[in-house]
């Protein structure tokens, strides 16, 4: 029997032949047949690409969102950490010269 999965790196959907319906039981390719992986009809499959790709692009932004807001409080925390060093680096020098004697 003719059933249908998709290929998610290839953006298609592919007719696979089955000698037995469902799981636990293998396609043509050697892949078992689930529920949410292998469709009867073929609109199905697309239908279930599309849903994934959706939510692989939904997690991407998310990712991309969480790395920015990242990055920006890293930069924060670079300029904070850099202004510190630059006040005790005074600090310091100035207590080096206090300590010599020197003014």
């Known amino acids: 029997m003719k059933r249908y999965t998709y290929d998610y790196v290839n953006a298609t959907v592919v007719a696979v032949e089955c000698e037995e319906h469902g799981y636990p039981h293998k396609d043509e390719r ?21 849903r994934e790709a959706t939510a692989g692009v939904s997690l991407g ?7 920015r ?5 890293a ?3 670079l300029a904070d950490d850099a202004e510190i060093l630059a006040r005790a680096t005074r600090a310091y ?3 080096q010269r206090m300590r010599d ?3």
Do not use: M, P, V
């Open 75 to 77: 930069r924060t925390e």
């Open 61 to 67: 932004e998310r990712a991309c969102t969480k790395a």
């Open 69 to 73: 807001e990242s990055l920006e409080k």
């Open 30 to 50: 050697g892949e078992t047949q689930y529920i949410n992986t292998h469709f009867d009809d073929e609109e199905s499959a697309w239908k279930k690409l599309l």
């Open 93 to 95: 020098e100035e207590w």
């Open 101 to 103: 004697g020197g003014s």
